[in-house]
């Protein structure tokens, strides 16, 4: 389609006057039906790329993505917009709703929906009715065991679209290198992708590492930086309890600031809440974990501390790159001590069943005369050997793939130590996959020559060369740093009349 | 505060109940078991005050109390605890804010959240139409407040300046007449235009109390607003129309399907067979029927003078334990008259 008429539909819907990088190609592409690759940087306006096709086209357009919280706020953003025939459609809805989505189903141009309810024949079932004008596998990095995110439902959404007769794809990923693309093309089953990869390196943000011994020290240096530089702050943890801890710490001490946490276990209206409190500038500081930033649009993140340093390179990428959407200058400090690892090393071995428990349920499931797996089967199966969530979908999809469960009946095997070894094996190679991306991020956290140069080669032939403020090895602190641009913040209290006043917009 | 409500609810329950009913009041329990206590024991201000009290604060609370020998193990019951002699004594000495005395859980609990978020998505929809905004994000997300809200502006058919300055004298009315801390907090808790409320969490930290005791100050806050609106319908028409009742029926479906058929005066033991329900079923329903309803006639089940006897009986051996009274009065009364006298009369009384 011509680009002046995409223009136009894309000031109808979004009022949005020119494309951003990468935009338009893609959605021509996926206009021509063409099955797509697409690796655009975080916070380049991704979603744009199947929303607009999504609104010309006729059908639905079926949207895949990892996160309940991330399609919720889609879905709430374009309704936002006035896009109201959006749904996401997730396990917390109750029956009624659900009913009632499915009754008026063909309705919707864009259906939300996890990969786990896509596994239900019954849901399968009420998508293949429809004209389906394109599949979107957002984050789409998730279908590669080796990437940083990986989910088995993902690896089983070929079946999925094949099922839904095949309708053209779009595959979305902020960080995927070279192998994960590969990945992606083998576990979808398309060998001529039409591939877009815009680099990620992002040269107005400096890249500082701050190395300290104890945690003590971890704690004055995040109060020496925050109160030194008053801008737009995230701060990310590993540890739920830690972001909280350290926000109450930080509340303390720097009176004048506001600050809050933000993680998965909370509320969704109280996450809702810091959110577009952070995005209107009446929070300063959000101390949170990784469920903190997808989908936020939020231009003017001035600095991204790293407490704890993530299991990996992409995850860093993906997460500092939250500053500076507005191309103003802005800084990435991570605060590293030489015990860092820990955390992350403990999370990996978190995300898989051990070898022992792996060869034991298998073991289980042959010997006992059980014939079907249901719920209360595995409610005690997993109290047993105590498996987690994600533990258990890792070992059910793994005993799917090799035969041993079909449906919720249990299969007998003539060779159930093929079975138990091929999953430890893969379990060991993942494990160590793992271990190896934190060797990584250990590595390049130790680094003596240019950060930037060392984290994009990992990913891409060249970068941006930055001559001020490029990374803590080139440079010598932040003294550089121009602190132009920054909001200014109005935290002048007043009576409650008057605030009244101001919210309702009347003379008092 | 909340340790104040508790030790208050354990003192007038005199051990006659387990402590898990002192949860079980305060969270809004919605079984006979418990809206019966609340009427015997006049703690039907505290029903329902704290609907989202999570069970492990609460064990928590009541060891801390326990540990500071404010309650002790129970006479009566295994596992439980009830006040001590020192906390008797430590009460007589506490006051709560004079705020708190608004607080009427048994009446306004059934309003208090969807007039909230009714008012709430009101201002944050006026405010941004003031501003000619339409792009936000509504802080409410349930279908059926959003619902209300959008036909609230149907009805009364005023562009929203008229409407914003409306509500602004409305609120201030109320607001005016609490003291200027509460004014405060009610109104930060409101979204507009680019603006967001605060959350409870924030509001506990700046006013440096727990997370309960800000919902318990909330929560009254909210009662005093709505008692203001109740007792003056004429000069709030606007908050008036949004307190409408909860949409969650206060009566059980199945209790109110019975109550359809007493009332076209079918006997009880025909509808117990035509429902094929036990006998026992239609008496719960009966009983909770008539602690949720006060003009629900009950003399086709009990005449006044056994009401009477029931009652005095009950005020004259200090108890409301059904079986200590069955035993007391004999076979001549059912266990389901006791019920539905204790039933009544603690409704009258409270
Ligand atoms: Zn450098």
Not at chain 1, 476 to 499: I, M
Not at chain 2, 30 to 35: F, L, R
Not at chain 2, 172 to 179: D, K, N, P, S
Request: hydrophobic fraction near 35%; aromatic fraction near 8%.
């Amino acid at each position: 389609m011509d680009e002046q008429i995409l223009l136009k539909h894309l000031h109808k819907h979004f009022s949005y006057t020119c494309f951003r990088t990468g935009q338009l190609e893609i959605i021509q592409s996926v206009l021509e039906k063409q099955d797509t690759l697409a690796i655009l940087p975080t916070g380049t306006g991704k979603s744009i790329c199947y929303q607009l096709p999504a609104l010309i086209q006729k059908g639905t357009t079926i949207i895949v993505s990892p996160l309940i919280s991330l399609m919720l706020d889609q879905v709430k953003e374009l309704k936002a917009k006035q896009i109201k025939n959006v749904v996401a459609i997730t396990s917390f809805m109750n029956h009624h709703e659900r009913k009632e989505v499915f009754s008026n189903i063909s309705s919707y141009k864009m259906i939300f929906i996890s990969p786990e309810l896509l596994q239900h024949s019954f849901v399968i079932q009420k998508l293949t009715g429809l004209p389906i004008s394109l599949f979107v596998i957002d984050e789409a990095h998730c279908i590669s065991q080796w990437g940083h995110a990986f989910r088995p439902d993902y690896l089983r959404l070929e079946q999925v679209i094949q099922a839904l007769q095949n309708p053209p794809i779009l595959a979305l990923s902020a960080t995927a290198p070279p192998n994960v693309q590969e990945d992606i093309e083998s576990a979808l089953k398309r060998n001529h992708m039409k591939r877009f990869i815009y680099p990620m390196d992002r040269p107005n943000i400096g890249l500082f590492i701050k190395k300290l011994q104890v945690e003590s020290e971890k704690n004055e240096a995040l109060l020496q930086i925050t109160s030194q530089y008053d801008v737009p702050t995230l701060i990310y943890f590993s540890s739920r309890k830690q972001a909280e801890e350290i926000a109450t710490f930080l509340a303390e001490t720097l009176t004048n600031r506001r600050i809050a946490f933000y993680h998965g276990e909370m509320e969704q209206s109280d996450r809702i809440t810091v959110q577009q409190q952070f995005m209107n500038n009446q929070m300063d500081i959000i101390c949170c974990t990784s469920a903190f930033g997808m989908g936020i649009n939020k231009s003017n993140i001035r600095l991204v501390i790293h407490y704890h340093f993530p299991g990996q390179l992409e995850s860093y990428i993906q997460e500092f790159g939250r500053a500076g959407r507005d191309g103003k200058q802005s800084i990435s400090v991570v605060l590293h001590m030489p015990s860092d690892d820990i955390l992350p090393r403990y999370f990996v071995e978190q995300e898989l069943p051990s070898k022992e428990v792996i060869a034991e349920v298998v073991h289980y499931l042959q010997t006992s005369e059980l014939q079907f797996l249901q719920k209360e089967i595995v409610d005690v199966l997993r109290e047993t050997w105590t498996i987690n969530e994600v533990q258990w979908r890792f070992l059910l999809y793994q005993l799917e793939i090799h035969g041993m469960i079909r449906g919720n009946r249990i299969i007998q095997m003539k060779d159930v130590h093929h079975v138990s070894d091929s999953i430890i094996q893969f379990q060991s190679n993942r494990l160590h996959e793992q271990h190896k991306n934190i060797e990584m991020s250990q590595k390049w956290l130790e680094e003596e020559g240019c950060l930037r140069d060392k984290l994009y080669s990992n990913y891409q032939d060249t970068y941006t060369e930055v001559n001020n403020l490029c990374c803590s090895n080139c440079h010598q602190g932040l003294a550089d740093w121009n602190l132009e641009g920054v909001y200014k913040r109005n935290t002048a209290s007043q009576s409650w009349k008057k605030n009244l006043q101001q919210l309702l917009k009347i003379e008092g | 505060m909340f340790t104040t409500i508790i030790l208050t609810c354990s003192k007038q329950l005199k051990d006659e109940r387990t402590d898990q009913a002192i949860y079980h009041i305060l969270q809004g329990k919605k079984s006979i078991q418990t809206i019966q206590d609340i009427y015997l024991y006049q703690l039907d201000h505290y029903y329902k005050i704290l609907p989202t009290l999570d069970q492990n604060l609460y064990k928590r609370t009541i060891q801390e109390l326990v540990d500071h020998q404010l309650m002790e193990t129970s006479q009566s019951y295994a596992n439980s605890y009830t006040i001590s002699h020192k906390g008797i004594e430590t009460l007589q000495n506490r006051t709560l804010p004079p705020l708190l005395s608004y607080v009427n859980g048994k009446k306004y609990s059934m309003y208090t959240n969807t007039f909230e978020k009714r008012l709430f998505l009101f201002i944050q929809v006026l405010s941004n139409k003031q501003s000619q905004h339409n792009s936000y994000v509504p802080i409410v997300d349930q279908y059926d407040i959003m619902n209300d809200i959008k036909q609230l502006f149907r009805k009364f058919q005023k562009n929203s300046h008229s409407l914003a300055n409306e509500l602004y004298d409305e609120l201030t009315t109320i607001l005016e007449t609490i003291e200027n801390q509460y004014a405060d907090l009610f109104i930060s808790r409101l979204s507009g235009f680019q603006h967001y409320g605060k959350s409870i969490q924030q509001i506990a930290r700046e006013i440096k109390q727990t997370e309960v005791d800000t919902l318990l100050i909330i929560q009254s806050i909210t009662h005093y607003i709505l008692k203001q609106i109740e007792q003056n319908k004429q000069q709030f028409p606007l908050l008036d129309a949004l307190k409408m009742q909860d949409h969650l029926l206060q009566i059980t479906v199945s209790a109110n399907k019975t109550k359809t058929l007493v009332e076209q005066g079918i006997p009880l033991e025909q509808i117990s067979s035509m429902r094929n329900l036990k006998m026992n079923t239609i008496y719960d329903h009966i009983v909770e029927i008539a602690l949720h309803d006060d003009s629900f006639a009950l003399h086709n089940f009990i005449d006044d003078e056994t009401m009477t006897t029931i009652l005095r009986t009950a005020h004259a051996l200090d108890t409301y334990q059904l079986k200590e009274l069955k035993e007391a009065l004999g076979k001549d009364y059912s266990y389901f008259q006791i019920r539905l006298a204790l039933a009544r009369g603690g409704a009258v009384s409270g």
